[in-house]
Nanobody
Framework: QVQLVESGGGSVQSGVSLRLSCAAS??????MGWFRQPPGKEREWVGA???????YYAAFVKGRFTLSQDNAKKTLYLQMNSLKPEDTAMYYC??????????????????????WGQGTHVTVSS
């Protein structure tokens, strides 16, 4: 069974950093990324990495977030710096599909991602 398990969320003060992790059960995913859902709002795409390891980011990230992956550990990371209260959200790891490859700009619609983790909550207070 394909599984994605997030970790690393928590409650922090504005300006600090957090690193989220997403551990995958499958050997390969075509494209993995992160979404977030702020309280009372719709889920939004944060960023994703294609099969070449190239990261793509939503405009609101503005250099504060960095995606990386450890293929040996089958883990995707989201380093979040200079956190703001508006970053408060449930953060979800997602994958397009297992196996195969995806090159270039990834989809930004949540319905296009087949696999999802349970989410990890991030709260940023001012």
């Amino acid at each position: 069974q394909v599984q994605l398990v997030e970790s690393g969320g928590g409650s922090v003060q504005s300006g600090v950093s957090l690193r989220l992790s997403c551990a995958a059960s499958a050997d390969t995913y075509s494209c993995m990324g992160w979404f977030r859902q702020p309280p009372g709002k719709e889920r939004e795409w944060v960023g994703a990495i294609d099969s070449n390891g190239r990261p793509y980011y939503a405009a609101f990230v503005k250099g504060r977030f960095t995606l990386s992956q450890d293929n040996a550990k089958k883990t995707l990371y989201l380093q979040m710096n200079s956190l703001k209260p508006e970053d408060t959200a449930m953060y979800y790891c997602a994958a397009l599909y297992s196996g195969g490859a995806w090159y270039g700009p990834p989809p930004m619609n949540d319905w296009e991602y087949k696999y999802w983790g349970q989410g990890t909550h991030v709260t940023v207070s001012s």
